[in-house]
């Protein structure tokens, strides 16, 4: 794991998930690789946070307390900072709502913890030397 704590010492990271223990987990998993978290259970709640010190990177949660909720408001944000995300979903990889960014990597629920660090590995900038 010393790579891993390594690649995300100190790097902020969004989590935008509306299932508590989801997003538990997942807090769980970036803070013992060395990331600093911020969960929020709401776009926007995401949104606000943004406006806040700049986010190294975020994981969006698609679909937000029903269908009518979605993450993309949050996800056209980051993408206006430059800031790379991954989308957490159980939806299938061909969702017209993920369709709008394909480069943002989609990870699927139930997620494995290697399968996240995998993911944000292949969007963080790499880092020479280190």
Do not use: W
Not at 41 to 52: K, M, R, S
Not at 62 to 89: C, D, H, K, M, W
Request: proline share 5%; with cysteine; hydrophobic share 50%.
């Amino acid at each position: 794991m010393a790579k891993t704590e390594a690649l995300l010492a100190g790097k902020r990271c969004l989590v935008l998930e509306d299932e508590f223990l989801i997003a538990l987990d997942l807090q769980d998993i970036l803070e013992q690789a060395g990331a600093v978290v911020t969960c929020v259970a709401t776009a926007d709640e995401a949104l606000a946070a943004l406006e806040g010190p700049r986010f190294d990177f975020a994981i969006l949660d698609v679909q937000l307390g029903g269908a009518a909720r979605t993450s993309l408001s949050v996800a056209a944000a980051l993408s206006a900072r430059n800031t790379p995300f991954i989308f957490l979903t159980g939806l299938h990889r061909g969702s017209p709502l993920t369709a709008t960014y394909p480069d943002a990597p989609i990870l699927e629920k139930p997620y494995h913890q290697e399968a996240v660090l995998t993911a944000i590995r292949s969007i963080l900038p790499s880092q020479s030397g280190k």
